[in-house]
């Protein structure tokens, strides 16, 4: 059994490297690409929270055999998710119907223009500082600016719609201005202005996520010393991490960082109860309730508190819904209603899978016309799709129907500042530039 348990294990990190490693052979990408730099942050980070609250807080520790039940639950959901992602792309870029379907989108909207681009992350930039103005407003501009953390932490009620915007219009103005800068020496001049605007929304993980942007569009670029300058980025990333966790939690040690990462432990808590008869299944409750996500509670304050994955907290932790304390609950998910038979039909027909598909489909085969060097012109709709991609923290915090809104607006602003028409107007009453 315990050889089973090993196999486990590894089949954890090998259906979370496959992906990633497959899709670089298919479009001979380089080793530094946008889906190997998040695995290889997300990797560590992801095998840290996931077993080190086993390790000590579960009997035989990650041997535990209902934490190994919730592993294999979530080690199948992965295999089938990557093949599903694998099979749409080559279906997206070989088939000819898909094929010309897909290149439908991509014509579509014209030619992005660099020079437009940077004036549009410009506007972003502009809509940065005046969402920052408004979420600063009670605590007080000079005071957040001086203590980001404290304003992070402390004075995001009631302007949390502020941050969000703050997050998305940032992104889209670093890689508006990053990705169409006249040269990569342009890139990294830009980089010292974002990453410092992102240290005053106060979260280092922010400022990781927004660094491993700049990798990326590096990686696009073929910077020259791009290796080195990534393991410095990867190891300043790492160290920020643990030091979050080591400043959240009151210590250094591995123990107390398992104290944060409980999901498996809960998962092993919720299958003892399932495989023992004491938890049955709940037959599309947790999925039909989980359609309240779509119902802002300010527009219906009755909105209930406990529905979707919440109904798993209730069970265990009566009334903390109410308190906004919902601990999580690994795979929980996609098995609460129906088992196995949910596990792999979720991960096969699922909506966020089709559409990333799609996204990396049209632009990993196109991925060097992004790269300014080359001077290659390239379709708006890949702009777009790029953001959506790759754009850090682009939309975060938003749910639908309220993400879609506003992926619109920011495409319809793009779009507009790329097709606007801009002519000097001289004339005796005519202002020197006229907009048309």
Known sequence: MILLYLLNIVFFFAVAVFPAIYLTRLFRLGAVNLLTIPLAVGLPIGALTSFSGPYFFLENSCFNPYFQYALLVNNVYALVAGLTFITLIRLFVTRRPLMRLTERFVISGGTARPERMRTAALIFLGLFAAAFLMLTKSFGLVHWLADPRSGYQYHRTGAGQWYALCLTFLGVSMVLATTYARSTFSVLKLAPLYLGLIFFLGSKSFIIGFTLYLVNILAIRRFRYLTPFALVILGAGAVSTISTFVQSLGGFGIQEISSYSDYFVNAAMYYKDYLNGVLPLYHGQVTLSSLWDLVP??????????????????????????????????????????????????????????????????????????????????ALFLTYVFINAIAPYFLFYFDFPLNAILFLFVTGLINFVNKVRITSARSEESTPLAVK
């Open 297 to 378: 509670r300010s527009l219906y304050p009755d909105k209930p508190y406990v529905y979707g994955t919440i109904l798993i907290d209730e069970h265990y932790f009566p009334g903390a819904a109410a308190q906004t304390s919902t601990p999580a609950f690994a795979t929980v998910e996609y098995f609460a209603d129906f088992g196995w038979p949910q596990v792999v039909l979720s991960a096969i027909f699922s909506v966020p899978t089709v559409i990333s598909a799609f996204i990396f489909a049209v632009l990993l085969p196109r991925l060097q016309t992004l790269n300014q060097n080359t001077q290659t012109p390239h």
